[in-house]
Nanobody, 126 residues
Framework: QVQLVESGGGLVQAGASLRLSCVAS????????LGWFRQPPGKEREFVAAINWNAVLTYYADSVKGRFTISRDNARNTVYLQMSSLKPEDTAVYYC???????????????????WGQGTQVTVSS
């Protein structure tokens, strides 16, 4: 059973930066794709970013391209989401997700991931 724990959320002003972290309870370097999703207030969960097992492939939602960066440290079983130039519309609960053998063209799909963290709140004030 893979357990994921997110941290790093908070309340910031527009234009600020935050780095989210997600630590896995098991070794994730073997074949695990990792993703970040978010759920804004009153809306459906949406894709933010994903990274494949060896960090060769990364994907981003159009709304965060150029502002967010996903990375991973397999030695620390951790995936990061560096968020810059935050906007009020980035306000959401952010979830990390993990699963093995997620094919590249499906890494943006939440139904491809079986393991989820509990979420961390990010609030961006204007």
């Amino acid at each position: 059973q893979v357990q994921l724990v997110e941290s790093g959320g908070g309340l910031v002003q527009a234009g600020a930066s935050l780095r989210l972290s997600c630590v896995a309870s098991v070794r994730i370097f073997t074949n695990y794709a990792l993703g970040w999703f978010r759920q804004p207030p009153g809306k459906e969960r949406e894709f933010v970013a994903a990274i494949n097992w060896n960090a060769v492939l990364t994907y981003y939602a159009d709304s965060v391209k150029g502002r967010f960066t996903i990375s991973r440290d397999n030695a620390r079983n951790t995936v990061y989401l560096q968020m810059s130039s935050l906007k009020p519309e980035d306000t959401a609960v952010y979830y990390c997700a993990a699963d093995a053998w997620v094919v590249a063209d499906k890494m943006n799909r939440s139904d491809e991931y079986r393991h989820w963290g509990q979420g961390t709140q990010v609030t961006v004030s204007s």
